[in-house]
């Protein structure tokens, strides 16, 4: 008994059993990101549902505001301990996993794992404008390296798998299997490698079927019946909608740009950076509710609700700026989801548009919802294949894909033809500079010395 096993472990150890062997661990990380994952889904999605709550009491009895906003502080003065014991888990966390992949970072997955999950449940589910997506890739990443560095794999074979939980992440935290496969390819190692794919498959399928039996299999977000696009003059109404919300996308790096400037510039002290998101947060609680957190809610009251042209405006407006100006202060939190909630609102501007010039009937302002999130995802990251396929997965909208794809390149084009860098590669070239110039100041200040 003792010999077949050790035969059976000899075999999959031997180099040319790569692609089983990833397989196999692809399904270990799966569970092992799915679990996670659905703890921190859980966290997150018990503060958006109590926050209302909070603010509702909070105007009711207003003696106790300013012990919440001591909460806030104290909340702000644990996420810039967090960041001063890993300045990895600072903001979305997927530029790190690319700088990691590229061998110019590296990441202490236990460290990582355990202050990204605190810091990230801290600060979103205070009401910041921040996503769970990015925590979630990262979670997952590093729950794949940590597979990889405890069995001694070996340096590609660690790459493998920490892609593949990153996928893995995506897919648990959306409920997107095939989305988080996609992703690992078109973003992460932009290489459709069958090694990666082995192990991204293995691992974003099993970690959504983890998440599946805590949360059940409805998509993420609820759009009701989404009408199938069949006549021509629609087509053109969606390429029309993909110009549109890309235009909308070119702001959103270039705002993000300003945003972490104005951070590292201004007379703030490392301390009060977050601080100063969180009380803000504090304060919209009670006028803009809708747009605190990652956003999900909002999506799904602009099905169920008819805004007026004007507070969607306000919407759009205050959901950009403040996930500037969370995103900005450095504080543990993706961009992704307040991404997609962005498109969402820009889709349902279009839609109101162009209802009322009588382009459009009214039928089809749901499906804008829907496809603008996808323009909007394409023109910020420009990855327009991940892009359609997970808007398809989270709104179960599956026999859209072609309309998806159509307006995803739209953006996509868009933003090509201005010139716009993808969002996590500006964001990595950002961070791997910041490290180049500390690096050149720590060698002038030794030979100034010397």
């Known amino acids: ?12 150890t031997d180099p040319k059993r790569l692609k089983l ?17 659905a703890l921190f889904r859980y966290l997150l999605e018990l503060s958006e549902a109590n926050l209302p709550q909070l603010y509702q009491f909070l105007q009711e009895n207003p003696a106790y505001i300013p012990g919440w906003l001591i909460v806030l502080m104290a909340i702000g003065c644990i996420l810039h301990w967090l960041l001063r014991m890993d300045g990895m888990i600072s903001g979305s966390g997927i530029p790190q996993i690319k700088g990691v992949l590229m061998g110019k970072m590296d990441m202490h997955w236990a460290r990582v794992l355990l202050l990204k999950f605190t810091g990230a449940v801290l600060g979103i589910g205070a009401g910041l404008s921040l996503g769970r997506e990015g925590p979630s890739v990262q979670l997952g990443a590093c729950l794949g390296q940590g597979v990889g560095r405890l069995t001694h794999r070996s340096y590609e074979e660690n790459h493998y798998l920490l892609t593949a939980g990153a996928g893995a992440g995506l897919a648990a935290a959306f409920n997107a299997p095939l989305a988080g496969a996609i992703f690992c390819l078109e973003e992460l190692t932009k290489n459709f490698s069958p090694y990666v794919l082995m192990g991204a498959i293995a691992a974003t399928v099993t970690a959504t079927t983890v998440t599946q039996f805590f949360f059940g299999m409805e998509p993420v977000f609820h759009m009701g019946e989404i009408p199938v696009v069949m006549a021509g003059n629609v087509y053109v109404m969606l390429i029309l909608l993909g110009g549109f919300v890309g235009v909308l ?10 945003s972490l400037d104005s951070y590292a510039k201004s007379p703030l002290k490392a301390w009060q950076k977050p601080l100063l998101p969180l009380l803000a947060a504090g304060v919209i609680g009670f006028f803009l509710p809708q747009i605190l957190g990652g956003g999900s809610p909002l999506v799904d009251a602009l099905v169920e609700h008819e805004y007026a042209i004007g507070f969607l405006l306000l919407l759009l407006a205050g959901k950009f700026f403040f996930t500037m100006l969370c995103f900005g202060s450095g504080v543990p939190g993706g961009i992704f989801l307040p991404m997609l909630v962005l498109g969402a609102l820009g889709g349902a501007i279009f839609a109101k548009l162009a209802i009322a010039a009588q382009l459009m009937d009214a039928q089809w302002a749901v499906t804008c919802i829907v496809f603008g999130m996808a323009a909007y995802f394409s023109a910020v990251v420009k990855s327009p294949v991940t892009g359609a396929i997970l808007i398809m997965e989270m709104t179960g909208s599956y026999q859209h894909l072609l309309s998806l794809m159509l307006v995803s390149m739209t953006a996509f084009l868009v933003a090509e033809w201005a010139g716009s860098e993808p969002v996590y590669d500006m964001l990595l070239n950002r961070s791997l500079g910041l490290m180049d110039r500390a690096r050149t100041y720590i060698k002038e200040s030794r030979h100034n010395l010397s």
């Open 249 to 258: 996308g070119l702001g959103f790096n270039r705002m993000l740009t300003i």
């Open 1 to 12: 008994m003792q010999k077949r096993f050790e035969d059976i472990l000899q075999a999959l």
């Open 21 to 37: 062997r990833l397989f196999i661990e692809g399904n270990v990380i799966g569970v092992l990101t799915g679990l996670t994952i």
